[in-house]
């Protein structure tokens, strides 16, 4: 790792190099905000119909079983999709990046098939820690999946590695979902009930596995000499061995979800399955903010690591801006509605019992909302080679949700979870956002980052609680559009527009085949800086 001080010796970044990385984020984003879309709305009709399908009871049983499994499959992956992506992202040799891969995918294969072993062979075995019998041939029918899951985000990492989110969107983000919601549907239809929809669950994860494999087979090989050069370029001094690597992130990861569902989990030691269902159901609509943030999470890790390798920082500052602002954009409109309108998007989404969560809610979606505004601050980090700090800071983000856990969860049940899962949430990038800012200079505190942001807080909050405070829920919809609506507004009207925005016209132009030019030059009159036409042709 390399901490010293980086700006003497960087020279300005150009125009040039600018373009690369705001094209290959706001592609990559494209992309994932597509796939993200199609995860929202399939992960919606899924879990509306499961809910209504079953008893609350059995929906707390599911969304237990999700939540260790999903933690099972993370301890196993042993941090290998992360390091992956990092390592193949730093290395420009053939030779190199075969390596990792080789690598990564024995390590992967093995450590699959024994997790999945295990598991089965000891669900009875953890079902009784939870002294709840009933998880047992959940977990067994679920080991599958914690195979699938290791090996489908080793697969994605591969080509993550590469700047390149096309497989990860299609397979894991929306071939998955959709098939879970296509063999839902038919086994509910048949009247499976409960088993139907854990059989479905299971199919598919298989079934997309079994396309990202094929996919990976044929294509993974192409993309790695495509992306190859015949030396290294750049700064090798923050170069990271693989395994020491996979181990920090190792730590990281299981770190990070304990962060991420140590409350839930915990949540199921003191109170009832029905409780945790209902604390489910607040978690899905607040996770809503860190699926969206995957759109930019996702490919600033691979793209922070080049820039790293180039010691190019001054493209790291801009384009960490602009990424921070589309975060921005998504995660608004879920905000206000989900925090102004808690109750009324509980109701909508799952039904009236599920209401009893509003407040639990409320806190969530503040929580993430104030960790959205922190831009991607943990991928840029790991970009940087700095995983054991990383890891120092997950670390401090677990005791933190760990200790309030057993400490309020037994007094405030739903309340206590949700208040030790925000302050761990905004606990580990802010740490993260205060290292890149000491040592690289890199926030998003910008003003065409705050002046948008601003404006959109002083006309949307007089709108939710003063005129429309309690919304029919068939509104709601409408009011996310009119969140997104006032804040691109803002950022016209403040002439905040940043150069590396021009790329969605881009992509705009690309996707219609239709060259916008009116549209172009009304925005670049508004740029903070003279646009860099040449690095963001029209087309993107």
Same mark, same amino acid.
């Given at each position: 790792?390399?901490?010293?001080?980086?700006?003497?010796?960087?020279?300005?970044?150009?125009?040039?190099?600018?373009?690369?990385?705001?094209?290959?984020?706001?592609?990559?984003?494209?992309?994932?905000?597509?796939?993200?879309?199609?995860?929202?709305?399939?992960?919606?009709?899924?879990?509306?119909?499961?809910?209504?399908?079953?008893?609350?009871?059995?929906?707390?049983?599911?969304?237990?079983?999700?939540? /260790?499994?999903?933690? %099972? @499959? $993370?301890? &196993?992956?042993?941090?290998?999709? *992360?390091? #992956?992506?990092?390592? =193949? +992202?730093?290395?420009?040799?053939?030779?190199?990046?075969?390596?990792?891969?080789?690598?990564?995918?024995?390590?992967?294969?093995?450590?699959?098939?024994?997790?999945?072993?295990?598991?089965?062979?000891?669900?009875?075995?953890?079902?009784?820690?939870?002294?709840?019998?009933? /998880?047992?041939?959940? %977990? @067994? $029918?679920? &080991?599958?999946?914690?195979?699938? *899951?290791? #090996?489908?985000?080793? =697969? +994605?990492?591969?080509?993550?590695?590469?700047?390149?989110?096309?497989?990860?969107?299609?397979?894991?983000?929306?071939?998955?979902?959709?098939?879970?919601?296509?063999?839902?549907?038919?086994?509910?239809?048949?009247?499976?009930?409960?088993?139907?929809?854990?059989?479905?669950?299971?199919?598919?994860?298989? @079934?997309?596995?079994?396309?990202?494999?094929?996919? *990976?087979?044929?294509?993974?090989?192409? +993309?790695?000499?495509?992306?190859?050069?015949?030396?290294?370029?750049?700064?090798?001094?923050?170069?990271?061995?693989?395994?020491?690597?996979?181990?920090?992130?190792?730590?990281?990861?299981?770190?990070?979800?304990?962060?991420?569902?140590?409350?839930?989990?915990?949540?199921?030691?003191?109170?009832?399955?029905?409780?945790?269902?209902?604390?489910?159901?607040?978690?899905?609509?607040?996770?809503?903010?860190?699926?969206?943030?995957?759109?930019?999470?996702?490919?600033?890790?691979?793209?922070?690591?080049?820039?790293?390798?180039?010691?190019?920082?001054?493209?790291?500052?801009?384009?960490?801006?602009?990424?921070?602002?589309?975060?921005?954009?998504?995660?608004?409109?879920?905000?206000?509605?989900?925090?102004?309108?808690?109750?009324?998007?509980?109701?909508?989404?799952?039904?009236?019992?599920?209401?009893?969560?509003?407040?639990?809610?409320?806190?969530?979606?503040?929580?993430?909302?104030?960790?959205?505004?922190?831009?991607?601050?943990?991928?840029?980090?790991?970009?940087?080679?700095?995983?054991?700090?990383?890891?120092?800071?997950?670390?401090?983000?677990?005791?933190?949700?760990?200790?309030?856990?057993?400490?309020?969860?037994?007094?405030?049940?739903?309340?206590?979870?949700?208040?030790?899962?925000?302050?761990?949430?905004?606990?580990?990038?802010?740490?993260?956002?205060?290292?890149?800012?000491?040592?690289?200079?890199?926030?998003?505190?910008?003003?065409?980052?705050?002046?948008?942001?601003?404006?959109?807080?002083?006309?949307?909050?007089?709108?939710?609680?003063?005129?429309?405070?309690?919304?029919?829920?068939?509104?709601?919809?409408?009011?996310?559009?009119?969140?997104?609506?006032?804040?691109?507004?803002?950022?016209?009207?403040?002439?905040?527009?940043?150069?590396?925005?021009?790329?969605?016209?881009?992509?705009?132009?690309?996707?219609?085949?239709?060259?916008?030019?009116?549209?172009?030059?009304?925005?670049?009159?508004?740029?903070?800086?003279?646009?860099?036409?040449?690095?963001?042709?029209?087309?993107?």
């Amino acid at each position: 790792m390399d901490s010293s001080e980086p700006t003497a010796p960087v020279p300005a970044a150009s125009n040039e190099a600018l373009g690369r990385t705001i094209r290959s984020v706001g592609r990559s984003a494209s992309i994932m905000l597509v796939a993200t879309l199609c995860l929202l709305v399939f992960q919606f009709l899924t879990r509306v119909l499961v809910i209504h399908a079953i008893t609350v009871q059995q929906w707390g049983d599911f969304s237990l079983g999700l939540a /260790l499994t999903s933690f %099972l @499959a $993370l301890l &196993s992956s042993f941090g290998v999709p *992360t390091a #992956v992506a990092r390592s =193949l +992202a730093f290395e420009t040799t053939m030779a190199d990046r075969w390596k990792v891969v080789r690598t990564a995918s024995t390590v992967t294969f093995s450590a699959a098939v024994a997790a999945a072993i295990l598991v089965f062979l000891f669900s009875t075995q953890i079902a009784g820690v939870f002294h709840k019998p009933e /998880l047992g041939p959940i %977990l @067994a $029918l679920f &080991s599958v999946t914690v195979a699938a *899951t290791m #090996v489908s985000q080793v =697969l +994605a990492g591969f080509f993550q590695g590469l700047e390149r989110v096309g497989p990860n969107a299609i397979f894991n983000q929306i071939l998955n979902p959709a098939l879970f919601l296509v063999f839902t549907s038919l086994f509910l239809f048949f009247h499976w009930g409960f088993e139907g929809a854990l059989l479905g669950y299971v199919l598919s994860w298989v @079934a997309s596995l079994g396309a990202l494999g094929l996919y *990976t087979a044929l294509r993974l090989k192409p +993309a790695l000499t495509s992306a190859a050069t015949r030396a290294f370029e750049g700064d090798a001094s923050a170069r990271v061995p693989f395994f020491e690597l996979a181990i920090t992130l190792f730590g990281v990861a299981a770190l990070a979800y304990v962060t991420s569902y140590g409350d839930t989990i915990i949540l199921g030691l003191f109170k009832p399955s029905t409780a945790v269902a209902q604390y489910s159901t607040a978690m899905t609509l607040a996770r809503l903010f860190l699926v969206s943030a995957g759109t930019i999470t996702y490919i600033f890790l691979p793209v922070s690591a080049r820039l790293r390798r180039q010691r190019d920082f001054g493209t790291l500052r801009r384009s960490y801006v602009t990424s921070s602002r589309w975060l921005l954009a998504i995660a608004l409109p879920m905000f206000f509605v989900f925090f102004f309108d808690a109750g009324e998007s509980l109701r909508f989404t799952f039904g009236a019992a599920y209401v009893v969560a509003a407040p639990a809610l409320q806190v969530l979606a503040l929580s993430s909302f104030v960790a959205v505004l922190l831009g991607p601050a943990p991928p840029a980090l790991g970009g940087m080679g700095e995983s054991r700090l990383i890891m120092g800071f997950t670390l401090a983000s677990s005791v933190v949700n760990i200790g309030l856990s057993f400490t309020i969860i037994p007094l405030y049940g739903l309340m206590g979870a949700a208040v030790a899962w925000s302050v761990a949430r905004v606990l580990y990038p802010g740490l993260c956002l205060i290292r890149l800012s000491t040592a690289y200079q890199v926030t998003p505190f910008r003003s065409h980052y705050l002046k948008p942001l601003a404006l959109s807080l002083a006309i949307l909050i007089p709108i939710f609680v003063l005129v429309i405070p309690r919304p029919h829920p068939i509104f709601l919809p409408l009011l996310f559009l009119l969140a997104v609506g006032v804040f691109l507004g803002s950022i016209v009207v403040t002439r905040t527009i940043d150069p590396g925005d021009l790329v969605i016209i881009g992509a705009v132009e690309r996707w219609l085949h239709l060259p916008l030019p009116r549209l172009r030059r009304f925005l670049e009159r508004r740029t903070i800086a003279p646009p860099v036409s040449a690095a963001l042709p029209a087309g993107g």
